[in-house]
């Protein structure tokens, strides 16, 4: 059963714009959200994450929107850069070390 | 400071093998958790540690199992191994259990590929 999702597996933006990446939930337990971004053969690499608590929480060039009324999330990255192509994974946990991944979105930025 | 480091980087074995992968958390890090990536399922929590202890389990079967020693280094092992096994197994730490202010961080992982 997957708990958390992402759809539209993959994007295509241009340079400079803003890349929007969506998440949905269905565990109500979750209290702590994260997203981690993938190059081929590395791990994935923590980006910014958002508590319960909070409804937004920003690192430059990077924004994380938390609604728990609708149990979404949303990960804005402005501006887009080149390097940012990569997959993006979205995790949720109930304040422990056990996440729960969604599949992944590919984000291509074309210069 | 050195990332998490995971050894070997890539593995083959046959079915009904044993494997033991290695995990050296980043320094000062106590927990070490282990997930399993595969392209169908995605990342999926095998278990973590901490103090030497497991405090959590995923939904794997028993022939999945893993050890911390008292430097936080963690092996996992997978015994009897079938060819639904192969995948990429990433090791992540954190300084302690509990994420906010202390997300866990990954190293690149070991390919085991069961023939």
């Known amino acids: 059963d997957q708990q958390v999702k992402q759809n539209s597996p993959s994007l295509s933006v241009q340079e400079g714009r803003i890349s929007i990446l969506n998440c949905d939930y269905t565990?109500?337990?979750?209290?702590?959200f994260l997203w981690y971004k993938k190059y081929p053969a590395e791990g994935p690499t923590f980006l910014i994450s958002?508590?319960?608590?909070?409804d937004k929480n920003e690192d430059g060039r990077f924004t994380v929107f938390l609604n728990k009324s609708a149990k979404h999330l949303s990960l804005h990255i402005v501006p887009s850069q080149p390097g940012d192509s990569a997959v993006y994974f979205c995790?949720?946990?109930?304040?422990?070390?056990?996440?729960?991944f969604g599949k992944g979105n590919q984000v291509v930025v074309i210069p | 400071k050195a990332g998490v480091t995971q050894t070997p980087r890539y593995l083959i074995k046959t079915r009904g093998q044993q494997v033991t992968l290695s995990c050296s958390p980043i320094?000062?890090?106590?927990?070490v958790s282990w997930y399993q990536q595969t392209p169908g399922q995605g990342l999926q929590f095998l278990f973590e540690?901490?103090?030497?202890?497991?405090?959590n389990k995923g939904n794997f079967p028993g022939r999945f199992s893993g050890r911390q020693f008292s430097n936080s280094r963690s092996e996992m092992n997978v015994s009897t191994l079938e060819l639904g096994d192969s995948a990429l197994y990433l090791c992540?730490?954190?300084?302690?259990?509990?994420?906010?202010?202390?997300?866990?961080?990954f190293g690149n992982g070991t390919r085991l590929t069961v023939t």
């Open positions: 320094s000062g890090h106590r927990s």
């Open positions: 995790a949720a946990s109930g304040g422990n070390n056990r996440l729960a």
């Open positions: 565990n109500s337990m979750f209290d702590y």
């Open positions: 992540a730490s954190s300084l302690v259990p509990g994420l906010d202010n202390s997300p866990l961080h």
């Open positions: 540690y901490f103090s030497e202890t497991q405090r």
């Open positions: 958002i508590s319960s608590i909070k």
